[in-house]
């Protein structure tokens, strides 16, 4: 009922506004159209045809626009729905790649470069893909195509210079991470430009991009004091003192730095202080808990030139003391992983000293520990723990016991597939070496 009312009232006004004008307005006047004679026309209704023309003229203008708007909706929605075509392709390019079906990734990422040649992420996760395959000149060549078009992409920089570090040319991938440390402080590139650098021995600018990262406080304080300590090394001192002196010096900064004890005992060792040369290497091993240092100490106080300080032939009488007090140091505060080799040690030198019975004990200690501890000894340290009993025995005069612990020594040696692995204690990595090239983990028998 109000809509047919409202209907109703909208007519009667559309009606009574003409025809209140009209009324209103009964002076005629003299209109000239086309024609040469003129239309008398009263100027209520010119104002209605005035007013209708308007109308249609705008409707008509608003007709024009509708349709350009409609045109370009629709280009709108087509290009819409190619986009979300496009996202799809990706989608499921990248989930082919993350499932590692490689074929099937490299055929859709194709496929999306046939559409859009310059997709850079396309051509960067192609190149991931290739490279993936072992094809690294494809992959490489794929990227290289966008270099141009991108010049400073990061992801793009970084994958070439993967690339190139890769196949060896050093020099051009750090090119491609310099580009990136020209646009401002990237830590990422300048921990690679720092590591490309130290490789390619560009010592120096190795150290001024290493400054500029520990500047922003992302640099490692342990590259750091690696590159110093090249750079130390390759002074070419002339005086061994003034070596000793910046070698103390490098130590107060840098005190976990392993080489710089090492190369400080054999700068003492070179100038004849024996003493100090071994408890530079105390003091190292007990900044850094590391079994090898501990062991090239207690081999020069012993009087052995121990390998990695220095190959001098010199004897000198041996500090028993010092060597038990570095062994028994090393059983205490070395790392977890290096504790039994430690106390293998530490019976050794009681052996090379012939106190059988404390030897013994020690041997003892460390069945007790790795019982408690849960610890099953590597093949190559049981084989040294047999040999340390043989040891004894034969201190302790007990020939025809040791005999039969050396003929299990032998059979435990020449078992098939004894392998083992073993601990490099100077940099905390573990290798597969084959049996027979060392006798345990730091340990040589010829120390024993």
């Not at 079994?291 to 121990?306: C, K, S, T, V």
């Not at 060597?323 to 070395?334: G, K, P």
Request: hydrophobic share 45%; with cysteine.
């Amino acid at each position: 009922m109000p809509r047919r009312f409202i209907k109703i009232v909208s007519a009667l006004l559309l009606m009574a506004i003409p025809t209140f004008i009209v009324v209103n307005n009964p002076t005629a006047v003299q209109v000239k159209t086309f024609g040469e004679t003129p239309v008398s026309v009263s100027v209520g209704v010119l104002m209605l045809v005035v007013f209708i023309m308007g109308a249609l003229v705008a409707s008509l203008v608003a007709s024009v626009f509708g349709l350009f708007s409609w045109w370009e909706r629709r280009k709108l929605q087509k290009r819409e729905l190619i986009r979300i075509a496009f996202l799809n392709a990706i989608i499921d390019a990248r989930s082919a790649t993350a499932s590692h079906e490689w074929s099937r990734a490299k055929n859709l990422w194709l496929g999306i470069l046939k559409k859009d040649s310059q997709n850079v992420i396309a051509r960067i996760e192609l190149s991931r893909i290739y490279q993936r395959l072992g094809d690294q000149k494809e992959a490489l060549a794929v990227v290289e195509a966008a270099r141009a078009t991108y010049p400073e992409h990061v992801e793009l920089l970084f994958q070439i210079a993967d690339l190139l570090v890769a196949a060896g040319n050093l020099t051009a991938a750090y090119d491609n991470i310099s580009v990136l440390l020209t646009r401002g402080f990237n830590a990422r590139a300048a921990g690679r430009a720092v590591e490309l650098l130290e490789r390619l021995g560009r010592w120096e600018d190795a150290l001024e991009q290493w400054e500029r990262l520990d500047d922003n406080g992302a640099g490692l304080i342990e590259t750091g004091a690696r590159i110093k300590f090249h750079l130390l090394t390759a002074k070419g001192f002339v005086r061994p003192e003034d070596e000793l002196t910046a070698l103390l010096e490098f130590i107060k900064k840098f005190p976990f730095y392993l080489p710089a004890y090492e190369r400080l005992a054999e700068v003492n060792r070179s100038l004849g202080n024996l003493t100090d040369s071994a408890h530079a290497l105390i003091k190292g091993a007990k900044g850094t808990r590391n079994f090898e240092l501990y062991r090239q100490a207690i081999e020069a106080f012993l009087g052995q030139p121990a390998q990695g300080v220095g190959g001098d032939a010199r004897r000198y009488l041996p500090d028993t003391r010092s060597a038990l007090a570095a062994a028994r140091s090393a059983v205490a505060s070395v790392a977890p992983e290096s504790r039994v080799t430690a106390r293998l040690l530490l019976a050794s030198v009681y052996v090379r000293l012939e106190e059988a019975s404390e030897a013994e004990d020690v041997l003892r200690e460390l069945r007790e520990y790795c019982r408690k501890e849960g610890i099953t000894m590597s093949h190559r340290e049981q084989i040294v723990q047999l040999c340390l009993q043989g040891m004894i025995l034969t201190i302790k005069g007990r020939n025809a016991e040791a005999q039969g612990l050396w003929r299990e020594v032998l059979r435990e040696a020449m078992r098939p597939g004894s392998t083992d692995s073993e601990y490099d204690y100077v940099n905390g990595t573990r290798s597969l070496p084959q049996f027979g090239q060392e006798a345990a983990p730091g340990i040589q028998f010829g120390a024993l």
